[in-house]
C-alpha cells in the first residue's frame, strides 16, 4: 500500500518536507493511545534466534534505523514499534544550528537513491535531551555525535564531549561522526591524531559513569588505504567499542545511470557494494577487536545477511525506508527470520563473519 498509494503523494512533495511529513505521522501515532500497537503490526517477529549480543548489550534483532532519519529524537518508539531492534538518533550538534541552504536533499528514485547536503541540521543537544529525558524505550538507543559547523577543528574534542555529556544518561551507545560530507573539514577528523583527541575528550566524561557507554566511531566509504589504516589506528588506540561502516559517499561513479549532479552525499542502493567491500576490508585488517555495524544500500533482508556474513555484527538503514516505508523494517527482520528458520540456526549470530 505504501509504494502503491503513499509514496507516489509522498514524492510530489520536495524530500525534506516529505521526510518531515513522515516523522510527524509516526510521532502522532506514538502520541495516540494504540498507536505503537497499531505500527507494531508491520513489525518482525521477536524470537531470542535474532538476537544480537554486541558492544555489551543484547539487540533484539540486528536491524538498525540510520543516524540522520531521526535527527532530532521526534519519533524513536514509533521507529522501534515498526521493527527497528535500534535507533540512533542525531547527528546531534552541541548548539542548535540550521544546516546547509535548501533544496539539500534529492530522490534518485531510479537508482533507489538520494543524495543530501544537508550539514548537520540540528535542535541541538539540549532540546533532545527535553525530547528524551525520562523516556523508557523499547529497543537500544545510540546518539550519532557531531560538531557545530562554526567550531574550529581544533576545538571539535570539545564538542563531541559536550554532546556525549549532555545525553549520557538517554543513550545506550555513542557513535562519533567523522564522516559527513557536508560539514567543512569534519573528514579529516578521521585522521589518526584527530581521533584520539575526540575519542579521549569523550572519554575523560565516560569513564566517570557508573556505567560507561559503547563509544563507536563512523567512517566514510571514501577513505584511501592510507587514510583507512589511520582512521583504524586511531580507533583502537583511543579505545573505540566498535566502527560503523559506512557513512555516504562523494563518488559518483558507482552510479550506472547519469543524474544531474548535485553536491552531498550519495546513499541507497548504488552504495551497496561500495560499503560491502569496506566493511569487508575493515573486518580483514582489525578482525573481531573492533565488532561492526554495516550500513550503506541495505534494503533486504539478504543485502543484511550479506553484510552480517561479511563481519557485520549489526546492520542499519535509512534510504530504503524512504522508497520502502513502514513495512520494510519489518519484511526485512522477517526475512532475516526466515533464514535462520531455514538453516536451523541456533542464533543469527553464527553468520557474524561467516564469509569474511
Ligand atoms: C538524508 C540523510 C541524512 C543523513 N544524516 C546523517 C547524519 O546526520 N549523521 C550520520 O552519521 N549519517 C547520516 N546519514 C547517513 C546514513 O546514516 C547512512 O550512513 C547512509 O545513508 C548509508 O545508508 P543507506 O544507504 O541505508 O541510506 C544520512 C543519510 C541521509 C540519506
Given at each position: 500500500m505504501y509504494r502503491s498509494l503513499v509514496y507516489p503523494i509522498l514524492s510530489t512533495l520536495e524530500p525534506e518536507r516529505a521526510h518531515g511529513l513522515a516523522l510527524k505521522s509516526l510521532r502522532a501515532a506514538q502520541a495516540t493511545p494504540g498507536g505503537l500497537a497499531i505500527l507494531r503490526c508491520f513489525a518482525g517477529p521477536k524470537d531470542p534466534r535474532l538476537e544480537v549480543r554486541a558492544f555489551g548489550m543484547?539487540?533484539?534483532?540486528?536491524?538498525?534505523?540510520?543516524?540522520?532519519?531521526?535527527?532530532?529524537?521526534?519519533?524513536?518508539?514509533?521507529?522501534?514499534?515498526?521493527?527497528?531492534?535500534?535507533?540512533?538518533?542525531?547527528?546531534?550538534?552541541p548548539r542548535p544550528q540550521p544546516g546547509n541552504g535548501k533544496p539539500r536533499v534529492?530522490?534518485?528514485?531510479?537508482?533507489?537513491?538520494?543524495?543530501?547536503?544537508?550539514?548537520?541540521?540540528?535542535?541541538?543537544?539540549?532540546a533532545v535531551k527535553e525530547r528524551l529525558a525520562g523516556k523508557r524505550f523499547n529497543g537500544i538507543l545510540g546518539v550519532n555525535l557531531g560538531k557545530n559547523k562554526d567550531t574550529p577543528a581544533e576545538k571539535a574534542p570539545e564538542d563531541y564531549a559536550a554532546v556525549f555529556d549532555a545525553l549520557k544518561d538517554e543513550m545506550r551507545y555513542a557513535v562519533v561522526n567523522v564522516s559527513s560530507p557536508n560539514t567543512p573539514g569534519l573528514?579529516?577528523?578521521?585522521?589518526?591524531?584527530?581521533?584520539?583527541?575526540?575519542?579521549?575528550?569523550?572519554?575523560?566524561?565516560n569513564r566517570k559513569l557508573a556505567k560507561p557507554r559503547s563509544v563507536l566511531v563512523k567512517l566514510a566509504p571514501d577513505l584511501d588505504d592510507a587514510q583507512l589504516d589511520e582512521a583504524l589506528a586511531g580507533a583502537l588506540e583511543g579505545g573505540a567499542s566498535g566502527l560503523v561502516i559506512s557513512n555516504t559517499t562523494l563518488d559518483r561513479s558507482v552510479l550506472k545511470d547519469q543524474f544531474p549532479d548535485r553536491p552531498g552525499g550519495l546513499s541507497g542502493a548504488p552504495l551497496r557494494d561500495k560499503s560491502?567491500?569496506?566493511?569487508?576490508?575493515?573486518?580483514?585488517?582489525?578482525?573481531?577487536?573492533?565488532?561492526?555495524?554495516?550500513?550503506?544500500?541495505?534494503?533486504?533482508?539478504?543485502?543484511?545477511?550479506?553484510?552480517?556474513?561479511?563481519?557485520?555484527?549489526?546492520?542499519?538503514?535509512?534510504?530504503?525506508?524512504?522508497?520502502?516505508?513502514?513495512?520494510?523494517?519489518?519484511?526485512?527482520?522477517?526475512?532475516?527470520?526466515?533464514?535462520?528458520?531455514?538453516?536451523?540456526?541456533?542464533?543469527?549470530?553464527d553468520i557474524i563473519g561467516a564469509q569474511a
Open positions: 543484547t539487540f533484539a534483532n540486528p536491524l538498525g534505523a540510520a543516524a540522520g532519519l531521526d535527527k532530532n529524537a521526534d519519533a524513536v518508539a514509533a521507529l522501534m514499534a515498526l521493527g527497528f531492534g535500534c535507533v540512533e538518533v542525531g547527528t546531534v550538534t534529492w530522490r534518485l528514485p531510479e537508482a533507489a537513491a538520494l543524495i543530501n547536503s544537508l550539514g548537520f541540521p540540528s535542535n541541538g543537544a539540549a573528514r579529516s577528523l578521521q585522521s589518526r591524531r584527530a581521533l584520539l583527541d575526540i575519542l579521549a575528550a569523550v572519554d575523560a566524561v560491502l567491500a569496506m566493511l569487508r576490508k575493515v573486518r580483514g585488517k582489525v578482525g573481531k577487536r573492533l565488532p561492526l555495524i554495516g550500513v550503506g544500500g541495505i534494503a533486504t533482508a539478504e543485502d543484511a545477511i550479506a553484510r552480517m556474513k561479511a563481519g557485520a555484527s549489526l546492520v542499519q538503514l535509512y534510504t530504503s525506508f524512504v522508497y520502502g516505508g513502514p513495512g520494510l523494517p519489518g519484511q526485512v527482520v522477517r526475512g532475516i527470520y526466515e533464514f535462520v528458520k531455514t538453516e536451523k540456526l541456533r542464533s543469527v549470530e
